[in-house]
């Protein structure tokens, strides 16, 4: 049995392992979004304007922000398990540090992505 929640003591390595599961859901939510976007573009012009448009508003474009870092942050840690997979970095100092890694990987791709879309307009 584990040790009761009190006396636990948090690690990156765990947060790593939560919010890995929280991504993957929240991926198959990000791909409903993009089947409605698909749906709303075969409904005509005016569903996909109107889907567009809720996508544009601040909540719609949370929603992206957040969509984008899940998939970095996915793609980050999986590619982290895929180094474990061949029996690399399995140390806690190496674990640790993959998993800062992971963090900083995904807030850089993140900002660096939703960087381009405002330099190209997407975001207009």
Known sequence: MSPHLQIWRWHVTMLTSILHRVTGVGLYLAGLIVSAWAVSLAMGPEAYQAFMGLLGSPLG???MLGMTASVFYHLANGV???VWDFGHGLDIKSAN????TVFGFTIAATAAAWA???MTGALA
């Not at 540090?97 to 800062?100: E, K, L, R, T, V």
């Open 61 to 63: 474009k949370l929603v």
């Open 116 to 118: 381009i879309a405002f």
């Open 97 to 100: 540090g993959s998993a800062w």
């Open 80 to 82: 982290r398990h895929l």
